[in-house]
Structure formats: structure tokens, C-alpha cells
């Protein structure tokens, strides 16, 4: 079945330093990857995904992830964190249905 | 509507009582999802309708769970006899059709169970 991992509950990077947030998935075949966030209180949000084509992918507020096959990894990065990117985030996974599995989400701090 | 509307956004009740949470998705959005968030955890899925029908129900954890989407819009979640463990937040989202595509979630409607 496929699934998807956050090995890290919490991250904490200072403003305008560059922000890392892990994620690994376990399906066979080809997946189609998720980056979502949620502030308190709402919704998650869509910030980007991965089907197919260029490995880096750029979504929405300036992030992106690299989508890395031999690893099994889809890492969402930003070069430069703002405080208003404090948040939690979720990596989630897509495979031959149209149900969507998500990780237990790691909660990112960004300290002025 | 705009997104993806869910009510109440806030629901208490007691233990053993039966209990409807609403959503109402994006028009033209074939596809609904329910999800269930426990505090400090990722959604859990629950079920996915395709129109009117529930295409995978694998994700209700009991039978005191049921969901409906009888017009092919609206859907309804029913919990009967609920108990405390039931208290989480319950996420609905919708898609268009197609494993590439995205979903646009419901702010949730948060399930107290006391």
C-alpha cells in the first residue's frame, strides 16, 4: 500500500535562513506526490505537486520540492523563510485511485 | 460556491447521541472526500465518492459511520452513538476527476464528544 513518511515532527529555522522539510514515500510504480500546509484553525492548503516531467517542482509562496526517484524522496524546500511560514505541513501521496494518504505532518517554526 | 464549505464548523455533544456534519463542495467537482484529523496527527482517510456513489469506503472505521451524496453534490457524514473517541476535526474536500489533480479542503468541522 502506498504511504508516505515525515521522519521529523518539528522544524525550526530562523527568517531568511533556507528551509528544509523531509518527506518519503513507499508505493510501486510511478506516485503522484502532494505538498499541503495548514494554519490554525483551516483548511489544508495546496502549495504544490509532483506528476511527472522535471523533478523540481515550484509551487505557491515561493516553495518548491525536489523529487528524487532513488531516494524515494519528495522534499519541500525554501530558500529563504518567513515568519508567516510558520505552519504545519503535509506530505501526501496519490497512486492508481483517487484517494490521497498523508503523512503526520511536521510543524515548521520560523523565529524572526 | 468558491470552496469547499463545510457545517457546523463547531459541533459538542454527548456520548451516544447521533450526530450529521455537512459539506458542500465546489460546483462541478465530481469527486468528495471525507477525512478525519486527530489533534497532532495527519488526516485519516475515510471514504471518496465518485458522484452519487461511494467509491471507497475502506477508510470508516466502524459501522456507527455512514456518508451520503445523494444528489451527486452535498455530502453527509452520520456518526451514530458516538463516543469520545469520535472527537476530531472532520475534513471534506473535493477534486475534479483525475489522479493528477489536486484537492481543495473544507476549513473542517471540529466534533467534540463529551
Known amino acids: 500500500a502506498q504511504s508516505v513518511a515525515q521522519p521529523e515532527d518539528q522544524v525550526n529555522v530562523a527568517e531568511g535562513n533556507p528551509l528544509t522539510v523531509k518527506c518519503t514515500y513507499s508505493v510501486s510504480g510511478n506516485p503522484y506526490l502532494f505538498w499541503y500546509v495548514q494554519y490554525p484553525n483551516r483548511g489544508l492548503q495546496f502549495l504544490l505537486k509532483y506528476i511527472t516531467g522535471d523533478n523540481l517542482v515550484k509551487g505557491s509562496y515561493g516553495f518548491e520540492a525536489e523529487f528524487n526517484k532513488s531516494q524515494t524522496s519528495f522534499h519541500l524546500k525554501k530558500p529563504s523563510a518567513l515568519v508567516s511560514d510558520s505552519a504545519l505541513y503535509f506530505c501526501?501521496?496519490?497512486?492508481?485511485?483517487?484517494?490521497?494518504?498523508f503523512g503526520a505532518g511536521t510543524r515548521l517554526t520560523v523565529k524572526p | 460556491g468558491a470552496g469547499v464549505s463545510q457545517t457546523p464548523s463547531n459541533k459538542v455533544t454527548e456520548k451516544g447521541k447521533y450526530v450529521e456534519l455537512r459539506c458542500d463542495p465546489i460546483s462541478g467537482h465530481t469527486a468528495l472526500y471525507w477525512y478525519r484529523q486527530s489533534l497532532g496527527q495527519g488526516p485519516e482517510f475515510l471514504i471518496y465518492f465518485q458522484g452519487t456513489g461511494a467509491a471507497d469506503d475502506s477508510g470508516l472505521p466502524n459501522d456507527r459511520f455512514f456518508a451520503v451524496r445523494p444528489e451527486g453534490s452535498v455530502s453527509t457524514l452520520k456518526i451514530q452513538r458516538t463516543e469520545r473517541g469520535d472527537s476530531a476535526v472532520y475534513l471534506c474536500a473535493s477534486s475534479l476527476t483525475g489522479e493528477e489533480t489536486d484537492y481543495t479542503f473544507g476549513s473542517g468541522t471540529r466534533l467534540t464528544v463529551v
Open positions: 501526501a501521496v496519490r497512486y492508481n485511485n483517487n484517494d490521497m494518504r
